[in-house]
């Protein structure tokens, strides 16, 4: 009897050891993180194996963050979502309840480790002197942007546009409605995603300025050096594309601690030096600092104090038959 | 008992055919049909209700659902319509003359057949864009092409071509010289014989190939999406206003639009296979 009960000790013991030597998570994340995140998942993979002894794969899935929430919800099996805007996750939250509705609670900064914001990319030179964002409205001039209904980007984009007009001296919610329309009758192209619009900027010479993230412009200015040149508007808004554990799906792989101390990995210093590399505004201020110069100082509204939250800046601006689609309305 | 089972009215479907099998294939046929088409079909045809009937009708009566409406079935029109007529002289020309490098163009019309489609979307317009090879020119004349309608029906057209050409090819392989040499012996001109003779016993195919043609191009996304500019009311198609409302989860007002365009697909299609037949059977 004593035998037998051993001999299922040590084979429970052997299956479990076998399992925990290899997880594998699944972190679905927007289009411009695929640079961030395979830095990032290299150094996890190494700091995970060090502590616990086993070994953690990573596996990237990237999309308009929009989309990337549709498909969590139809259920694709991520263990955590990175994604561009709260309002992504808080779909998840409610459509599919596969995690709590005060997610973003758990997390220091509202669950953004990191932060980022929209700037203008312009060709070498500036050619059309664009300096801030009344230039964008130039005769002649043709603005690059993607669709702000199937892009997050481009939503912090349109929120980045409206807040200036809102809060610049003289400014108001008529003034902002007016400058973003305008801002869009210079829109040529209206791509589905940040990374499709990039490339018809970059590749394709299509436009005189796009409204980019931070980080993608760097990366554009990286990859071809000398063809492009990053302004710094007056002002911008400060994007904050959280993260968080899908709690059913870890509960189900059984990678919670895995996935916990994953998220956990991107508020460390190795984390958060990781992302300022990656152009990424790193939240920790010492290692912000150490950064300067990469990231310029430049006002940057939050979302709650100019449009009161997420949810209510999708309802009035992107829901169907909010103020963007008033924007296309053919005029009658 | 015999003589009721032929009374019935099953009888003349069993006995059509002196081949064996009948109602084992015809069941194959209706399962494998069943499995594979009805079935999403019909999960399509129950999605959109949950609107309600006014819901419903205001979902696809949006201007923008229309305009988009007008712009995959009017490029799709246009484009089935510029591959009739320029894949019939490809197709003629791959089948009745002999000239170096035949094959080689007879497998470049099944290019846009084995292309990905985003492939040929991007393709298309790196070429097309205004710093590209024929952008640019045309741009200098002030001609557009990508990221207006005009590149949408350019990429329509791409992915229509191989199936008016591979439709027609057969069809005239089988048709055999004497009645032209006749016609001609007759007195006939060239222009005559073209009418009276070449276009009639091709038309059904014709008729079939362009049909084919359009039907692909109501529904293309991947080629068309990278050319179009997808601006709202302008450029915008109806396939990707069905990946918008489905990004903001609107999935019934996206199943609306779905079901407006299977619907008139397939009344169009219907019609052009009833006229086919009846163009076939004047013959």
Not at chain 2, 119 to 132: E, Q
Not at chain 2, 166 to 194: K, N, W, Y
Not at chain 2, 235 to 255: F, N, R, V
Not at chain 2, 268 to 276: E, M, Y
Request: proline share 6%; hydrophobic share 50%; charged share 15%.
């Amino acid at each position: 009897m004593k035998k037998i009960h051993a001999l299922i000790a040590a084979i429970v013991l052997a299956a479990s050891s076998a399992q925990a030597a290899d997880v594998t998570l699944l972190n679905v994340s927007y289009d411009p993180t695929r640079e961030l995140y395979k830095n990032v998942n290299a150094a996890f993979a190494a700091e995970w194996k060090a502590k616990t002894g086993d070994n953690v794969t990573i596996n990237q899935s990237h999309n308009g963050s929009g989309s990337q929430a549709r498909a969590v919800i139809d259920g694709l099996d991520a263990d955590v979502v990175t994604l561009a805007l709260a309002y992504d996750i808080d779909a998840i939250a409610q459509k599919a309840q596969l995690l709590p509705a005060n997610w973003q609670k758990r997390l220091p900064d509202n669950s953004t480790p990191y932060t980022s914001t929209i700037v203008f990319l312009v060709r070498k030179g500036n050619p059309w002197k664009i300096k801030d964002w009344p230039d964008l409205v130039k005769p002649g001039i043709h603005v690059i942007t993607p669709n702000p209904k199937t892009s997050g980007g481009a939503r912090w984009a349109y929120l980045a546009a409206w807040a200036y007009a809102e809060k610049k001296p003289g400014g108001s919610k008529e003034a902002a409605q007016k400058f973003v329309h305008e801002i869009y009758a210079h829109v040529p192209v209206l791509d589905t995603g940040a990374r499709g619009a990039t490339t018809n900027f970059a590749q394709r010479g299509i436009g005189d300025v796009l409204l980019s993230w931070e980080n993608e412009a760097r990366l554009a200015v990286q990859e071809e050096p000398g063809k492009f040149d990053i302004v710094y508007p007056s002002n911008s808004i400060l994007a904050e594309p959280p993260v968080s554990i899908v709690d059913k799906n870890v509960d189900r792989h059984r990678t919670r601690k895995v996935a916990e101390a994953y998220l956990q990995f991107l508020y460390s210093k190795k984390g958060q030096e990781i992302e300022a590399h990656n152009f990424y505004r790193p939240r920790d201020p010492a290692i912000l600092a150490a950064h300067a110069k990469d990231f310029p100082k430049i006002t940057l509204y939050t979302i709650d104090d100019v449009f009161g939250g997420w949810t209510k800046a999708q309802a009035t601006h992107f829901a169907d038959g909010g103020v963007f689609d008033q924007i296309y309305k053919p005029s009658k | 008992m015999r003589s009721a089972a032929i009374s019935s009215p099953f009888a003349r479907l069993r006995n059509p055919s002196v081949l064996p099998g009948f109602g084992l294939t015809l069941g194959f046929t209706l399962f494998y049909l069943s499995a594979i088409v009805l079935i999403p079909l019909t999960a399509l045809l129950l999605k959109p209700w949950t609107l309600g009937w006014s819901g419903f009708i205001a979902a696809i009566t949006e201007p923008r659902v229309l305009a988009a409406l007008k712009l995959s079935f009017g490029g799709a029109a246009i484009a089935a319509v510029v591959n009739a007529v320029f894949g019939l002289i490809v197709a003629w020309t791959l089948v009745r003359y002999r000239f170096p490098g035949k094959r080689l163009v007879d497998a470049l019309v099944d290019l846009p057949f084995a292309l990905p489609t985003a492939v040929a979307g991007i393709a298309l317009s790196a070429l097309y864009a205004s710093n590209g090879w024929l952008g640019g020119p045309l741009s200098l004349l002030n001609i557009k092409i990508a990221f207006t309608p005009i590149g949408v029906i350019f990429a329509l057209i791409f992915i229509g071509l191989p199936f008016v050409v591979r439709t027609l090819q057969p069809v005239i392989a089988d048709m055999s010289a004497e009645a032209e040499e006749a016609a001609a012996t007759l007195g006939a001109t060239r222009f005559q014989t073209l009418r009276r003779v070449v276009l009639p016993a091709l038309a059904p195919a014709l008729v079939t190939g362009t049909g084919l043609a359009f039907a692909r191009a109501v529904g293309e996304y991947g080629s068309v999406i990278f050319i179009a500019g997808n601006l709202p009311m302008k450029s915008e198609i109806a396939p990707l206003l069905i990946i918008i409302k489905l990004q903001q989860y609107d999935y019934e007002g996206a199943a609306a639009i779905g079901l407006v365009m299977l619907a008139a697909s397939f009344v169009i299609i219907l019609a052009l296979n009833l006229f086919q037949s009846l163009l076939a059977a004047r013959r």
